[in-house]
């Protein structure tokens, strides 16, 4: 079995991080509440500077992966990507993060696992 908080309060928890350090947060979709899967729009200044979401790894832990590493993301593939997300997963989570250092929030959550 795996360690993990239950999907509403580590999307809270994101919120209260991002807020406590002068960001904005904004959850634009819920999803299960115990078990969602986590996806973040990270953003700096109204422009997109990452998409993470929160994966099951090969050893069964739970790690940040940068999707936007493969392939870049605007405001249209956003949007596009949430659509077919919630197509196949209507539990996941979507939060929107604007906030003053995303290269440095980016850095600190996917090292973090």
């Known amino acids: 079995m795996t360690d ?3 999907a ?4 809270a928890a994101i919120r209260r991080r991002v807020e406590s350090e002068g960001g904005f947060a904004t959850i634009i979709q819920r999803g299960d509440p115990d078990r969602g899967a986590i996806t973040l729009l990270v953003s700096e200044k109204g422009k997109i500077a990452a ?9 069964f832990a739970y790690r940040w992966r940068d ?9 249209a593939a956003w949007r596009d990507f949430l659509e077919k997300k919630r197509k196949f997963d209507p539990d996941f989570w979507a939060i929107e993060l604007d906030i003053a250092d995303a290269q440095r929030f980016i850095a ?5 696992g």
């Open 4 to 6: 993990r908080l239950p």
């Open 108 to 112: 600190e959550t996917t090292a973090l």
């Open 67 to 75: 999707l936007s590493a493969d392939r870049p993301f605007d405001e």
């Open 51 to 59: 998409v993470l979401e929160r994966q099951l790894d090969a050893g």
């Open 8 to 11: 509403r309060l580590e999307a």
